[in-house]
């Protein structure tokens, strides 16, 4: 089976950029995929948006897929439904129908247009949350909720003392782990808030961020370096480091948002919490004050890239057994 992968973006991205989508590719193609990532530049300007249209039927015309995955709904799964009659397959991730707190309201009006539109010519929907197919308006179509995998043999329990000897970090700290690639949507200001309350009980109490210029090689080694991951989010579709902090057995506070819930049901220790700084600092400190690994790794598998890889093939088995019917 040949599959064209649609990615937003540039090639020239960092290592960094998609890189969970492109793990679960290559997991993808450990299963027989013949794959192949088309980067579909996503400038809002018809001029541009035409010439990533040709690129995209000259990509296709080349590699003579039997489907076409895009990977995001607004302008990726829009050029792709409208630049060929093959097979359509949509991931929604999060941002694409959810609104974006750091977007203005009519780039968050354009980027669910587009999406939604989009599912008119789509021969399957994979949202990664339940939370997501529930803003589909679109409901006649098969729709699958299926979470992006987790590296598992990547993401795992090690030493914290020799994760901490690697990065230099001290033995006597409490460190909280913090996404913080947009602060206004991720919730900066909750966490710090929270983090100060913490520092009052425990001064060794400290936040450190991922500003998304970390090194994916670095992330699984500052994981088990850390006591505890925090999500503040406005919204989410289904974060991949909860996922990867489970799999790491780094227990995680988190406000209850896109699947958080469902992928720390049966994980301890680990703890959902409202948008208030003072219960969400009483949740971190119960933790902080005697830290220790989760039960979590075991429960990831479930969501290994070797797990989701199957469900998906089978998405692409069902698309193309009904498109030949």
């Known amino acids: 089976m040949r599959v064209i992968y649609v990615l937003p973006g540039s090639s020239e991205g960092k290592e960094w950029s998609l890189v969970f989508v492109k793990r679960q590719i290559v997991s993808l193609e450990n299963l027989g995929i013949e794959a192949k990532i088309f980067y579909f530049h996503t400038r809002y300007s018809i001029v541009g948006f035409l010439q990533e249209i040709g690129r995209l039927r000259r990509a296709l015309r080349s ?5 076409v995955h895009a990977q995001f709904g607004s302008l990726t799964a829009f050029g792709s439904a409208i630049s060929s009659t093959l097979p359509l397959v949509i991931s929604f991730r999060g941002s694409d129908l959810n609104p974006a707190a750091s977007d203005s309201d009519i780039r968050n009006f354009l980027t669910q247009l587009l999406s939604q539109f989009s599912t008119i010519k789509a021969s399957a929907v994979i949202c990664v949350s339940n939370q997501l197919k529930d803003r589909l308006l679109l409901q006649k179509i098969p729709i699958f909720v299926i979470p992006s995998g987790v590296d598992i043999s990547l993401f795992k329990p090690r030493s914290k003392l020799e994760a901490r000897n ?5 033995h006597d700290e409490r460190v909280v782990l913090f996404a913080n690639r947009d602060p206004v949507g991720k919730g900066f200001d909750l966490a710090k808030q929270a983090i100060g309350i913490c520092r009052q009980h425990l001064p060794q109490a400290r936040l450190h961020l ?7 090689r670095e992330i699984p080694i500052i994981m088990n370096a850390s006591d505890a991951l925090l999500l503040a989010s406005m919204s989410e579709g289904s974060p991949n480091i909860v996922k990867e902090a489970i799999a790491s057995s780094l227990p995680v506070v988190s406000v209850d948002v896109g699947d958080v819930r469902e992928r720390l049901e049966g994980v301890f ?4 919490t409202s948008r208030n700084p003072i219960e969400m600092a009483c949740a971190l400190l119960e933790i902080l004050k005697s830290p220790q690994s989760s039960n979590g790794h075991e429960r990831a598998k479930t969501i290994s890239l070797e797990a989701i890889a199957e469900k998906i093939v089978s998405v692409y088995n069902l698309v193309l057994m009904k498109n030949q019917g």
């Open 63 to 67: 590699f003579s897929p039997d489907l």
């Open 166 to 170: 690697l990065l230099g970090w001290s």
């Open 210 to 216: 991922l500003d998304g210029k970390t090194s994916p």
């Open 269 to 272: 220790p680990s703890q959902i």
